[in-house]
């Protein structure tokens, strides 16, 4: 049989990476609860609908991007190219708003049918984060000071923020016509995908990468010299909070966001180490969306970020330390070490909790033995044999140094081990 592969654009992560992958969620999980935000978990699966009737019909995830099928009943399901709908539509379904302002996050998988890339794919891991219920723009700034806390935590360096305002409905609606307008009269120099996109989506048309259309986009109006004055006045307060807390931004009027649900401020981290995938978390307020999905007005903001993305730049940086993932190997010669070895190994799990101990599995000599804890990355070799058993000992070989091997009594073993691990570096 032809072998079966894996979804092209969907990833296995190995067990060699897998231990940057926790580290990176520990570490965003420990700030999140930091800052107060609770974990929900989300179906993988929703009804079109719900994408359909938030995400905006003329947006690139709508029109091209999603995984829809019907299930045996006919009934037209959609695995999630993205979580704020989800999270929206949880919410509104246990009364979740009725219980004050939510701060929650959520951790997981989103599926877009995109050409997959370096840094875009077709299963992707995404941390989101979303606060329904408040105004802002104290939110937008502890978003924002968020994402800050999650760089400085992973050592990372050299994202740059990037800010805009899309003000109100009603301030972009008329930042349209003109848009439509300018565009209109420079279609010469649009390409197929703007010129489609003209009268259905034209602020999308804002954010081509197509360095042919850069010029014109330049010329275009911008969308800050339309905001009525209560966005300008949310956007000047945040500008006002992050000035004070020292966080550098980039105004970018161009940008737009891929979502039709984003109001007022929205943001994106970017870095120019990734290529053209350079935009690692973004998001923004959404004060429509709540009542869009059949909720009662409600603001809302929040942000999203991309786990493959963030940890190619901690690679990229080289942040990616070697993590051991184990401690000591348990090496047993002869029958009665080996009939031992199983206790000897769950008696020094209670000893030492810390500990993390592999057992050799199925046999072998002294040597062969040796070489397979080498090969594991253990520091340690622990030592079983007839003599040990006698004697009640243990050989311990320290693999990552020249030192000879000793004989340390089973007994103080754990002392001895507990002393060497107590500084390792997690
Ligand atoms: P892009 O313009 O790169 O397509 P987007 O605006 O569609 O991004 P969002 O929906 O805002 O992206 O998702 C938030 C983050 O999720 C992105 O900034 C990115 O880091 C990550 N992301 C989005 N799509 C993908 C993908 N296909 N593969 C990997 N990561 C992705
Ligand atoms: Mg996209």
Redo the contacts with the bound molecule.
């Keep these: 049989m032809k072998k079966i592969q894996a979804i092209r ?1 969907m990833n296995d992560i190995l067990p060699d990476q897998t231990p940057y992958w926790q580290k990176v969620e520990s570490t965003l999980h420990r700030i999140l609860a930091r800052y107060g935000y609770q974990e929900i978990r989300l179906p993988l699966l929703e009804s079109t609908a719900l994408f359909q009737h938030s995400i905006g019909e003329t947006t ?2 709508i029109e091209k991007e999603m995984y829809t099928f019907s299930d045996r009943n006919g009934e037209s399901l959609t695995l999630r ?2 979580g704020t709908a989800s999270c929206v539509r949880s919410s509104l379904q246990h009364s979740l708003l009725m219980q004050g302002i939510q701060r929650l996050w959520y951790y997981g998988v ?1 599926f ?1 049918y ?1 050409r997959p890339q370096k ?4 299963q ?1 891991y ?1 941390l989101g984060v979303e606060a329904l219920g408040s105004e802002g723009p104290d939110v937008d700034a502890e978003h924002i000071l968020m994402t800050a806390r999650f760089w400085q935590q992973l050592g990372l360096t050299g994202l740059r923020l990037q800010l805009n305002s899309l003000g109100s409905p009603e301030s972009r609606a008329t930042y349209r016509e003109h848009l439509i307008n300018f565009f209109t009269g420079h279609q010469n120099y649009l390409d197929e995908d703007s010129r489609r996109r003209l009268y259905s989506n034209p602020m999308r048309i804002l ?1 081509s990468k197509n360095p042919a259309m850069q010029e014109i986009i330049e010329q275009a109006p911008q969308i800050l010299d339309y905001l009525d004055n209560d966005s300008l006045n949310h956007f000047k307060a945040l500008r006002d909070l992050l000035d004070r807390i020292g966080i550098h931004y980039e105004i970018n009027p161009r940008l737009v ?3 039709d649900y984003y109001t007022q401020t929205v943001f ?1 981290w970017v870095t120019d180490q990734l290529g053209s ?1 350079g ?5 923004g307020r959404y004060d429509g969306l709540v009542e869009q999905l059949g909720g009662p007005s409600t603001p809302a903001a929040g ?8 940890i190619a730049l901690l690679g990229e940086q080289n942040l990616l330390r070697e993590i051991a993932r184990v401690d000591a190997y348990l090496v047993a010669v002869g029958l009665l070490a080996k009939h031992q070895a199983l206790l000897f190994a769950e008696h020094l799990r209670e000893a030492i909790p810390s500990i993390r101990l592999q057992i050799n599995y199925g046999g072998g000599n002294f040597k062969a033995q040796l070489k397979r804890a080498d090969r594991s990355g253990a520091r340690w070799a622990l030592i079983l044999g007839d003599d040990e058993i006698a004697q009640n000992t243990v050989g311990v070989k320290d693999l990552r140094s020249e030192q000879p091997q000793q004989s340390i009594l089973q007994s103080e073993l754990p002392a001895y081990i507990n002393q060497q691990i107590k500084d390792r570096v997690e």
């Design positions: 654009g690139d995830i190219p993205e989103m877009r995109e840094g875009r794919y077709r992707f995404q954010d966001r891929g979502l994106e995938q935009t690692v978390c973004a998001g942000f999203a970020m991309g786990i493959e993305r963030l």
